[in-house]
């Protein structure tokens, strides 16, 4: 199971849910402090803004990014629930949960797994760069990025309420 929230939850997300691993989505500055029930070696902290198009002073999502959030995934056991949060929870987190179940249940269906994230996270806005850069390395042809913008934009939010995503549907 794949628990979304913000980084304001972080902390009782994965107190609430028994997590043992945890992705974290932040720019650069962003402070997270690991739970102490997460092991160091079960925490990935990304750096990057929540942009889709180059911006000058910030970190753009890119192919390092996903490549090392894909290896991530692809090691945990599954056994205990991941955490993924970024700052609000509604971007780069959401479309981080999106990329892991894809790559983890790759038979599933782009569209009924946006429609899935939608109904859990009416906020969910997930950040069109990593969707794209991960369609390109799931070989997805495209159906990824389809998929979240028919969607569309999710509902306005200072924060998104934390939710939980199956990796089977």
Partial sequence: MIHVCSLSKVEETVARTGAE????????????????????????????????????????????????????????????????????????????????????????????????LRALSPSATPNPRLIAVADALLDRNGRMTNAIQAIGRGADAFEGTPFALKIDG
Wanted: proline share 4%; with cysteine; hydrophobic share 45%.
């Fill in 21 to 116: 691993r945890l992705l974290s989505l932040l720019a650069a500055g962003t402070e997270v402090t690991r739970p102490a029930s997460i092991a160091r070696e079960n925490h990935l902290h990304l750096v990057m803004h929540d942009i889709a198009v180059a911006q000058d002073g910030m970190t753009m999502p890119g192919e390092e990014h996903v490549r090392d959030l894909l290896d991530f995934a692809r090691r945990w056991d599954r056994l205990r629930p991941l955490v993924v949060h970024c700052y609000a929870g509604i971007s780069r987190s959401t479309a981080s949960a999106y990329i892991i179940a894809a790559a983890l249940a790759p038979k599933r269906d782009e569209v009924e797994l946006a429609e899935t």
